[in-house]
Structures are given as C-alpha cells and as structure tokens.
C-alpha cells in the first residue's frame, strides 16, 4: 500500500512540470526553421495563454519561479531584454492569481475576454518597454495586430488542451 | 521542557519567516529580474556570454524540432516538382545542347582574362574565404529581426562577419557561441549598411526597420536615382565588403526612397559567412573557399612597385614576356609572411 502511494507521489512528481515543458516547446517550435519562415512573424504569445491559463486554474502546476524560466527562455531565445518578459510575465500571473477566485466563477466568454484584455496590456507594457530601450517611439505596425489576433483566437484551442492536461494530471 | 518550549519558539520562528519570504517572494523574483534587466542594458557583454552559451544549448534542439517541418515542406516541394518533372525534362534537354558551346567560350574567356591580366601585372582582390551555415532558427518577431546559425567559433567565425546567400546580403554577426551564432538581418532596426547605386553611383546608408523594405539615408538632394535601380554594399567603413547585391529601388517619394532586399526570407535556409582570408599563401586557409576563388592565379606585382620587399610569387606564370622583371630564385622558394597582407591592401 505504502509502496504504491509512493510510486502514485514519484509519478505525479514527474508528471509535475508537463505544463511547463509543453509551453516550453511552443516557444521553441515556432522558432525553428521550416522553410516557411513567414509563420515566424505571426507566433503567437503562447507564454502569456499558458501564464494566464495556469494562474487562473491550477497555480500549483505552473508556479512563480517556472514562469520567470519561461520568460527567461524566451528572453534568451529572442534576443530581447534578459528580464523582461520574466518581469512581465510574473506581473500578470501576481494579477491573474490574486482575481483568481473571481474570475473562475465567470463563463468562459468572460474568461476570453478578460484574457484579451492581459494580453493587450502585456503587449502594450512590451512595446513600449522595447521602444524605451531602443530609444524609439512605439508603433503598432501590422505584425503586432497579427500577433495579438492569433494569440487571441488561439486561446480556446490550447485551453481546451491545458484542461485535459490538467485533468490527467490530478487524476494521477 | 524548557526544550520543548524552545522547539517551539524555533518552530514558530520557521513559519513565519516561512509566511513572510512567501508573501515577499513577488518582490524578491522582481528586484532579483530587475537586477537582471539593468545588467543586460548596462552591461550587454556579460548577458551575451549567458545567450551564446544557452543558443550552443538550443541549436540541436531547434535543429530536431525543425526537422518534421522541414519533411512536410519538402513533400509539398517534391510533389510540386513531380508534377512539372516533363516540362522540366524538355528544357533541360534543350538547355543542355548549348553547354558545350557555352564551356569552350568559358575557358576561351578564361584564358584570355588570364593573359590579359598578366599584361597588367593585375593582382587579384580576393581576400575573403567563406563559411557555410545552415539557418536553424529565426527569432523574427516584431520587435527585432534575428536568425540562428549553426556554425560558430569552432568554424572559425567572429561577431562582425558578414552573411551573404545566392540571392544578396543577409546580414551580420551579432553573437558567436561554440556551435552556433546570433545573426542580425539587414532588415532590423539596428540595421545600417553603407551602400551604392548601380548606375547613379550615389553613396548612402541602407537602414532596416523591422518590416520588409529597407529605407535609404543620406542621399543627396539632387539625386539621380531611379526606381528599378541596384543597390549594392559600398565597402565604406570596411565591415561590408563591396559590390555585394543587397536590393533593388522599389519606390521614390520626395526624399523617402524604399529598398526591396534580394533575399528572399521565407525561404532563408543556408547563408554563407565571409570572412577575411589569413594567409593567401597558406592553402589550407582556404577550407570552405568557392571553386571559381581556387581557379583565380595570383599574378606576380611589378617589380618597380615594391622596391624594397619584392613580393614572392604564389604561382609564377609561364610566360617570360609577361614578368616585368625577372625575381631571384631565393624569393619564390622561400614566401615571407608579409606577403599575405600585401594581397589585402
């Protein structure tokens, strides 16, 4: 009996940071080179669904420190500043999580928007931060609308896999 | 149970400090990233040797994970061709009864160049080898435009080079790890190449913004350039070597002048790196030259040129009449360093 709780604990152990891998390929993947190089353009911010995803329904599977990895990684891999996007990221799972028991109650309409609403401050807050740095003014140009409606219209989808994700993840 | 009691006050002390980093632990991961984010703008060089060595980390990764896209792409492309393959025969067929023609005028013209420039005592200008690099990643996203190369140190490259493909200029090196590099495309924001004009001959500086077109500097007002022009790197400043194809004049309003870029970046797949050649004389410098680079003969300099350090010859041409004076026997057997630097100036 002992031996199985413990066998039960090492596999949920290892299972623990499936979220995080998963959302690690997602950055990676639309990076890598395929010969159709437009689609680098338009990746989505997968970071900010996964972010806001688990800080709403399961801060445990995907807590603070793995979302400043994230931000780290996707720092590292695109060049921008170290830090920021960690520092971003972590600002809206603080935010995400402490409306938590709120926005849990709604319907996911509501979830949806209110996911639209981070992600257009998210951005906002990376533009202007990436025109401060560069010195720059922060313009919008097509890309960024392009980015922000994919990200936008990708969110049910990779929900509906989080949900099953983390289904299979308390059952074990 | 004095040691009880002091158990417990331990274990209350535990707890609460557990209680409070919790509670602070948003501020310590901020002021600890803060810290980060301030280091990486003040101090880029020492967060540059983090990225080259987490890029030597990703590199095989992205290269694996890009390999099944790469399949699907290649099964589209492969079904493309499949289907033109008769047409595609036919022309060939036809395109190959000119080859022969075509090779016999090649080396007519070959030997003539070659005689032509022993006449002139001409020493050849290729002072660059090059380094071939497949495209693993690229960071392309609105704010930067940036590639991934697998090649780096190792293969003998530097931050500086320049990346070139079939089409024209790339880009250059931002970042160099063991195994791969950090390339910045000529359409980033940072992005600044000193040009010319094919035909009006005007020098300006080409600057990307991050979108697709490239926009010219520092023209004169008066200008003579057209739309359809080329534009070519100028080698001013000696980053950019010259006469590489960057692109073409797509559109002139007022002072606004847009440049379309050769490459082609959805299909961005090899990049070759140039880098200066060491040695000339040293064959093995060469590793990953063209094949036209090993066809081209050094010709000997006019002994009236360098008085004092006669240059020795690389390959001494056969014909008698075309040296304009004859060298000791001393000299083409044994090179001095100093001849490698010569080729270059």
Redesign the interface.
Known sequence: MARAVSRRRKAKARHRHLPFILTC?FV??P????????L??F?PYFIVIATFYWALMGPTFLP??LV?LL?LIYD?????????H??LL??TW?IVHSQRDYIIQQGFVIIWAIFMLVLSVFMAL??SL?AA??K?FPSI?A??WY?WALTVFLYPPIHLLYFYLQKYLTKI | MARHGSDFTFRRFVVIVRAVLLRL??LL??GF?????I???TRPDS?AV??TY??DI?TP???L??KP??W???ISSTWDEAIFIYQENDRLRKENTKVPQLETELKDLYLENQRLKSLLGYVSDLKYEYVTA???????????R???VNAGELSGLQPGLVAVNDQGLVGRL?EVGFYSS?LLLITD??SRIPVITENSREHAILMGD??DVLRMLYLPENTEVQVGERVLSSGDGGVFPSDIPVGVIESIEGRTVEVRPYVD?????YVQLVRPKKNLTDPAAGNVARPLESLEMKQPEPAAATPAKPKPEVKPEPKPKAKPKPKPVAEEAAPTPDAAPKEDE
């Open positions: 390929i990676v993947l990076t890598a080179n395929s010969g159709m190089n437009f680098h353009d990746a603070k420190h400043i931000g590292l891999l695109h060049g921008t500043v170290l830090g920021m960690s520092l972590l600002l603080t990376v533009l990436s740095y560069t720059t140009d890309i960024t980015q | 632990s948003v991961f901020a990233l803060l810290i980060i984010a280091l990486s703008v967060v983090v990225r987490f890029m990703i990764m992205m290269t994970v890009g896209q790469q699907g792409a290649s497949r495209v693993v990643g690229n960071l392309g996203q609105p704010y930067n940036e590639a991934m931002l950090r924001k940072d991050n979108s970046w959805w299909r961005l797949e």
